[in-house]
């Protein structure tokens, strides 16, 4: 059965993610994620004519993937530590998925050499990040100020970022999980 050219457009996404994922937005190579999928340099290139154009569709596709998911975590539940949970089960599972990175966490580390449309995307997720952690904290501290909750979405959203970048230089989960225990012992994450 042919493959349509959505299905090569989602081909074409899903290794150049592995590939982010694994060695960073660096490594992106045409070449390599044609020969990967199967097809033409010159197909990648009909779908994506520059490799900032990919790796915003990317981004992009990295951050309304997460906002959905997130949504449906707070439409389900209204308890903070539950939500915060499956929040951190999300860098955990792309931790044991070969020692990955966070989309977000590997190419922040390459932010000098992304082009502007990249940086946008990569900002966005960000911002969906805290906006979704403050709505938590939120549940959990209901007469909180906006900002302090704000403040303090960042400072989890940066740790759990960090505990996942740390753990994976250790080529090492449990660093990762008594990281995260941490956090919620000494309060920073509800």
Known sequence: MAKTKS???EAVMAAAKATVQAHGYNALSFREIAKEV????????YHFPTKGD???ALARRYTEDG???LGGLLAGSSDPTWCMDRYTEIFRSVLANNNRMCLYGIMSAELDDLPPEVRTEI????AMNVGWITQVLALAKPDADEQALSEHAMAIFSAIEGAQLVAR???DIGVYDQTVRTY????LIP
């Open 7 to 9: 299905d090569m457009r």
């Open 123 to 126: 900002d966005r997720f960000a």
């Open 184 to 187: 919620r012992a000494t309060g």
């Open 67 to 69: 906002a959905a998911y």
């Open 54 to 56: 990919l790796g915003a």
């Open 38 to 45: 199967g097809i033409k340099s010159a197909s990648v290139h």
């Open 169 to 171: 230089s250790c080529q």
